[in-house]
């Protein structure tokens, strides 16, 4: 029994409790709903909740630690489980996995192996199973124990509201506790990479080739980690896409909110915002199949060595992906700047154009700001137009008609495949995304300040 049948089974009594709970309010109040502290809807929401919540719980601690349990009970009993190593033990339990699921030839494994695998298989089942008892008992205690408190003055409004503020506090915890993880995780494992690396070598090397050898008998290279020629390639690809993105963006939102009829508003904007829905692989196909061949001819018109790769054909075409975010939000935020503000300008003889340019724009200024932070975001992460259209090779230079890659095409790079996390070449991701990580606290840290400067000055 999987766990989806079991929250399918527990919404369905859920569900079921508040028309349980609705119809025992009103039972016992005679029918006279002015008699009941809150709204029958509320007694519903009361048994509902107490069903649904506590098990879904349940279902979220059992799945994460179940398989911390049954792999311990498998591995314990294999033959000589406390010579492995670490990487025996995980090889160990990835055999045992795949036989489990089928994957693999059973005669080519030890028979240890095989009475393992149908041990982790009856695990796993008999877990199932007693989730799926334990989950409908919980959800049927819940129900009977919510249905008798049931009473007339019971305030039922109260305690759904208590419960529902609980949920929205640990959803924050949550939101707050995952951004601490992720950097708790950048921050260790980059001080792995940073005990071989140092740390002088990586923020201003100028050279990165990450290759090194896999053993100490074994010829090959030392790797170099200097992370300049990356985010070199980063902010150039960036700073051309914002040089596409924002003026066409920005343009067609004060078109959209000002000078457009109701009728081409409401077919153009649409179209728009489709550009925001097209798979990023797609515009990358796009980036080399057709701006690509286009850069290269004007490098060629020009007199300028033109890559086939390169960061211009990479730009144009990630500025065009992120037209949507800068038109769309700028747009919301024009429209939202109070019309006494334009019949104010207005009433002191400006034109439109002058009213747009002095006082409409210098009051959405905040949320325009927002909305470009938003666009810089999304070309910092942007990886598939890169890989295709600009390349791989980490190249120092400002030429846009040069191949360059970004931090986010390596990091995608070397995570590709089984990874062992004990080299360099792999801690190298965590040093990357940890810088990157600060760069972007910055800018936004920055932002902030720009907003806050405006609002002060036109709120």
Not at 72 to 98: C, F, H, K, W
Not at 173 to 193: D, Y
Not at 327 to 350: C, F, H, T, W
Request: aromatic residues 8%; proline residues 5%; contains cysteine.
């Amino acid at each position: 029994m999987s766990a989806g049948v079991l929250l399918a089974l527990v919404l369905l009594i859920a569900l079921s409790g508040y028309f349980v709970g609705r119809a025992r309010s009103l039972k016992v109040a005679g029918g006279a709903i002015a008699d009941l502290h809150s709204l029958p809807s509320y007694y519903g929401l009361y048994i509902a909740l107490w069903v649904g919540v506590p098990c879904v719980f349940l279902v979220l601690i059992w799945l994460f630690l179940e398989p911390i349990i049954v792999e311990a009970l498998v591995l314990t009993n294999i033959p000589g489980y406390d010579a492995m190593t670490g990487a025996e033990r995980q090889l160990s339990l990835a055999t045992i996995r795949n036989l489990a699921a089928g994957i693999g030839r059973s005669d080519t494994v030890a028979p240890d192996m095989l009475v393992a695998a149908e041990r982790y298989t009856g695990l796993l089942s008999a877990s199932a199973w007693m989730l799926f008892a334990a989950g409908m008992a919980l959800a049927a205690g819940t129900l009977a124990v919510t249905y008798r408190h049931i009473a007339p003055r019971m305030r039922a409004r109260n305690r759904v509201e208590r419960i529902i503020r609980f949920l929205l506090v640990l959803c924050s915890i949550i939101a707050i506790l995952t951004t601490v993880g992720i950097v708790l995780s950048l921050l260790f494992e980059s001080l792995r990479f940073f005990a071989r690396v140092p740390p002088t070598e990586f923020l201003f090397g100028l050279q990165w080739s990450p290759q090194t050898a896999l053993r100490a008998d074994q010829a090959g290279s030392s790797g170099a980690f200097g992370m300049i020629p990356l985010f070199a390639g980063t902010m150039l690809i960036g700073a051309i896409a914002m040089l596409v993105a924002v003026p066409i963006g920005l343009t067609a939102a004060i078109y959209l909110s000002d000078y457009a009829p109701p009728a081409v508003r409401a077919t153009v904007k649409p179209i728009m915002e489709i550009l925001a829905g097209i798979p990023t692989v797609v515009y990358g196909f796009f980036a080399i199949l057709t701006v690509a061949p286009v850069v290269r001819d004007l490098g060629l018109l020009l007199g300028v060595d033109a890559s086939a790769n390169s960061a211009l054909a990479a730009g144009v075409v990630m500025g065009i992906m992120i037209v949507p975010f800068v038109s769309s939000l700028s747009d919301d935020v024009i429209n939202a700047v109070p019309q006494a503000m334009r019949e104010g300008s207005y009433g002191l003889g400006a034109t439109k154009s002058e009213t747009i340019r002095l006082v409409i724009l210098p009051a959405a200024l905040p949320g325009i700001v927002g909305a470009v932070l938003l666009a810089v975001s999304r070309a910092i992460g942007e990886t598939m137009i890169v890989v295709m259209a600009a390349g791989l090779g980490a190249n120092l230079t400002v030429n846009p008609f040069q191949a360059v890659t970004t931090v986010t095409v390596q990091i995608a790079t070397l995570l590709v495949g089984d990874q062992e996390f004990d080299s360099p070449k792999t801690l190298s991701v965590f040093a990357l995304g940890l810088v990157l990580f600060t760069v972007t606290l910055c800018l936004n840290i920055v932002a902030l300040r720009v907003v806050r400067k405006y609002r002060e000055k036109y709120e």
